[in-house]
């Protein structure tokens, strides 16, 4: 089973930047669309960025058009995503995993379990 390992979050201030990275365990990673999801406190886990597996095709919510970058190195099995103009509404804790963009942006993730996430703090 593929493990998903998310690190590179942080307390920051609104405005700042961040960049998020998650590294895959499978070997077959660089045939997956993979995407980041992320949960704020009393919220239902959502939707952030995708990227398709040749890297050739973004996908971002609205909510973070324009500011978020998401990008991958299959030589690396790792997918990243640069955080800019950080708000306080983007607080959460962020998940990546492999992701079915046939719904997008009603984006779902494919694989049932996920990883220990890592939290995102932005103070205002």
């Known amino acids: 089973q593929v493990q998903l390992v998310e690190s590179g979050g942080g307390l920051v201030q609104a405005g700042g930047s961040l960049r998020l990275s998650c590294a895959a365990s499978?070997?077959?990673?660089?045939?997956?669309?993979m995407g980041w999801f992320r949960q704020a406190p009393g919220k239902e886990r959502e939707f952030v960025a995708a990227?398709?597996?040749?890297?050739?095709?973004?996908y971002y919510a609205d909510s973070v058009k324009g500011r978020f970058i998401i990008s991958r190195d299959n030589a690396k099995n790792t997918v990243y995503l640069q955080m800019n103009s950080l708000k306080s509404e983007d607080t959460a804790v962020y998940y990546c995993?492999?992701?079915?963009?046939?719904?997008?942006?009603?984006?779902?993730?494919?694989?049932?379990?996920w990883g220990q996430g890592t939290q995102v703090t932005v103070s205002s």
């Open positions: 995993n492999r992701v079915d963009l046939s719904n997008y942006p009603q984006t779902k993730a494919v694989f049932g379990s």
């Open positions: 499978d070997i077959t990673f660089s045939n997956y669309n």
């Open positions: 990227i398709a597996w040749t890297g050739g095709s973004t």
